[in-house]
């Protein structure tokens, strides 16, 4: 009897695990292939624009530049004509009481009716879902419906305070002394949807536990709010007036149909001081250099934000 051998079968060989630093390479050229394009976008429409306004508040930008293509650096001239002016000076202190005012008026009425939207009545989404209404409007067409309301002879509040005996004929966009404290109500009404739908958004993740708690201690609702509310809210707090900050700060379509920065330059501010210097007198140094004034406030405030963050997360 014979017996017969096989020969064994070659098996293929195992492929080489792949190297830790090929591993780690690969994973950066993916995560660079998610975030080049972000960065691209930033940079060719906001990083240029930024640089270029920089660029040209050195410069003597004109309307004959369009046609010659000559802007000749003129050194610091633009930035001293601008700082010299007292228009600036009267516009940045109306930036000022405008955007403290507002913020004040919308974080306040947002954060009570917040509150008050947490406890459970009938219609309270309905009521929740009208407040939203003023956010949703264009600022433009909410400025032309308040300009027509506050007007001083065919206003529809100054008719409804001459029927109530209280006096109707107060010059709410007419008088330099009333005319900014009417600009800031309206932005104050047109704010207080956003302020309160963040707020409201932040009191849900508050755990009920501690509201429990509190009540079995004995805890008034001013103690309760003030030590279990406020302090658990205040990462939402800061969000809130700094984005509420960066957009105040830099308004404009609502008060060009307001008072287009009347009467007597009373509610001229930064924002409209560049909108005049770049679009009206066509002086486009100095709108650059007011909108780079504009930029340096807001990236302060930013900072602010960022830094506020970072020490909520540690």
């Avoid at 792949?18 to 993916?30: E, F, I, M, Q, Y």
């Avoid at 509610?267 to 486009?284: A, E, P």
Wanted: glycine letters at 8%; proline letters at 6%; aromatic letters at 12%.
């Amino acid at each position: 009897m014979s017996t017969t051998t096989t020969a064994p079968v070659a098996r293929p060989a195992a492929a080489a695990p792949a190297k830790p630093r090929d591993t780690r390479r690969r994973r950066k050229l993916s995560q660079w292939g998610f975030i080049l394009p972000a960065v691209l976008f930033m940079l060719l429409f906001f990083g240029y624009p930024l640089v270029r306004n920089v660029v040209m508040s050195f410069q003597d930008f004109s309307p004959s530049t369009f046609f010659d293509g000559k802007s000749p650096f003129n050194g610091t001239d633009n930035w001293s004509k601008v700082f010299h002016d007292d228009l600036f000076g009267k516009a940045l202190w109306h930036t000022i009481v405008f955007t403290i005012g507002s913020l004040i008026g919308q974080f306040g009425i947002g954060l009570a009716l917040a509150v008050f939207f947490t406890k459970k009545f009938p219609l309270n989404g309905v009521l929740r879902s009208l407040i939203l209404l003023p956010w949703l409007v264009p600022m433009v067409v909410s400025g032309i419906v308040w300009r027509r309301i506050l007007d001083q002879d065919t206003g529809v509040l100054n008719s409804f305070l001459d029927t109530l005996g209280l006096g109707g004929s107060t010059p709410w966009l007419t008088s330099p002394s009333m005319a900014l404290f009417s600009v800031i109500m309206v932005n104050i009404w047109i704010g207080i949807p956003f302020n309160m739908v963040i707020l409201y958004g932040g009191l849900q993740e508050i755990p009920k536990e501690l509201y429990e708690a509190a009540s079995l201690d004995g805890a008034s609702a001013w103690r309760t709010f003030r030590s279990i509310t406020l302090p658990l809210l205040k990462p939402v707090i800061t969000v809130v007036l700094v984005l509420g900050f960066m957009s105040t700060v830099k308004i404009l379509d609502l008060i060009l149909a307001l008072t287009d920065g009347g009467p007597a330059d009373s509610t001229q501010t930064l924002g409209t001081l560049t909108y005049q210097n770049s679009f009206v007198q066509l002086d486009f140094g100095a709108g650059a250099v007011v909108g780079n004034v504009l930029i340096l406030i807001s990236a302060v405030f930013a900072v602010f934000y960022l830094r506020a963050n970072r020490t909520e997360g540690k």
